[in-house]
């Protein structure tokens, strides 16, 4: 055997070993973010729902917002485990990765400072890819701030698409790559670098060369993440003192791209008297969603699985407006419920919820394209908003 075949074996022996253990790293994080989701929902909304009845020189006032700063980073680091782990909710579009490049671009200017020279490099006939714009977005902020961080003293930043077609020759060199039409997105920066050491644990969670309270080492393999659960692949490039190149690989689709838009949050909260049925198998976050709709005005009956929430619409005559069911149920899964349910009641809309992924309900974590959802852990005013929007969807 040749001296280069035995490199190449052994090369992709590592990354046989590294992928595996990235693997189970996820399959593990997940299990952990799913169970932590349900709880933070309750620890926020409570939370939020007890500060709203103190007046603001109340002195238990000040107790509650710092339970829920600590839950809202609480859900961040969930959010970013569920992420890596592949184990997210995906809602895509098709989208030209341009579109968001340029949308973000002052925002991106602003978060780098004026010591970091930034540069953009887009392909003009770049090709579509379907994925979730939110994420997207994720993707190209997280990998920006590490370049940023990467340099100090200040340096260049640049970010490059371009149309790539990867062969045969680079999928045998590259382990789970499948040969195809791509997207690719870099991002690059004349920062320190990394050495070979640091480069092998890059994206696994809670690695961080940066020093205590500066990171938690969630960005990088939040990235990989959603990269994964996407189709695609990343890859990295440094050399001590030479800089870093992170090449983000999305497939390319033969589809006219959705006009995209950065979402506004609206301070709007509008109330409703609309009759929903909630179906939630856990008490604590079925008793927290409801009280949040009862203080809108909603009349909620409360279903403690898919069989309560059947005997629900067969007993009640008066009509039911919206179902709000959680994803993953014990009896059957919220899809299936709604489903069933769509037969009694075919004009009863559906809203559904969840903190996790499961590709028996979802397709590889992909639900309906017209399907409505929110992720937990959600806020009282996210669910209000999300509900009066799903109720006033025209069908």
């Not at 003293?153 to 045998?172: C, F, H, M, P, Q």
């Amino acid at each position: 055997m040749l001296a280069s075949d035995v490199t190449e074996r052994r090369l992709l022996e590592e990354q046989f070993r590294q992928s595996q253990k990235m693997e189970a790293i996820g399959q593990l994080a997940g299990g952990i973010a799913h169970d932590f989701n349900n709880l933070l929902t309750a620890i926020n909304g409570y939370s939020e729902l007890a500060m709203r009845k103190l007046q603001a020189e109340d002195p238990l006032r000040r107790n509650l917002e710092e339970i829920k700063k600590a839950g809202e980073r609480a859900a961040s680091l969930t959010r970013q485990l569920l992420a890596f782990s592949r184990k997210q909710i995906l809602q895509p579009a098709v989208l030209v990765i341009n579109s968001v490049v340029s949308d973000m671009e002052k925002m991106l200017r602003r978060l780098i400072g004026e010591d970091i020279d930034l540069k953009t490099a887009l392909e003009t006939q770049l090709g579509s890819i379907k994925a979730d714009p939110g994420q997207i977005e994720q993707i190209i902020m997280n990998l920006v701030i590490n370049a940023r961080d990467a340099m100090p003293a200040g340096g260049k930043l640049t970010i490059e698409t371009s149309n790539v077609d990867l062969d045969e020759t680079y999928a045998r060199q590259h382990t789970g790559v499948t040969p195809g039409h791509y997207v690719m997105l870099a991002v690059s920066d004349t920062g320190m670098g990394m050495n070979t050491a640091t480069l092998a644990r890059i994206f696994e969670p809670f690695f961080t060369t940066k020093e205590k309270g500066k990171g938690t080492g969630l960005g990088l393999s939040t990235i990989y993440g959603i990269v994964k659960q996407s189709g695609g692949n990343i890859w990295v490039y440094s050399e001590v003192g030479q800089g870093t190149t992170f090449k983000v690989y999305l497939p390319r689709v033969d589809e006219d791209a959705q006009e995209y838009k950065r979402t506004d949050e609206t301070e709007e909260i509008l109330q409703g008297t609309e009759t929903i049925l909630l179906a939630e198998d856990e008490e604590i976050v079925r008793t927290l969603a409801r009280e949040i709709l009862e203080t809108y005005g909603y009349r909620v009956l409360e279903a403690s699985g898919s069989g309560a929430a059947l005997l629900i619409c067969e007993r009640v005559t008066e009509p039911i407006d919206l179902l709000i069911t959680d994803v993953v149920m014990p009896e059957m899964s919220g899809r299936q419920l709604a489903a069933r349910l769509s037969q009694l009641r075919p004009e009863m809309k559906v809203l559904y919820m969840s903190g996790y992924t499961d590709d028996a309900i979802v397709h590889q974590g992909v639900l309906d394209e017209d399907a409505n959802f929110i992720q937990k852990p959600f806020t009282p005013d996210a669910l209000a908003k999300k509900v009066r929007e799903v109720l006033n969807k025209s069908e």
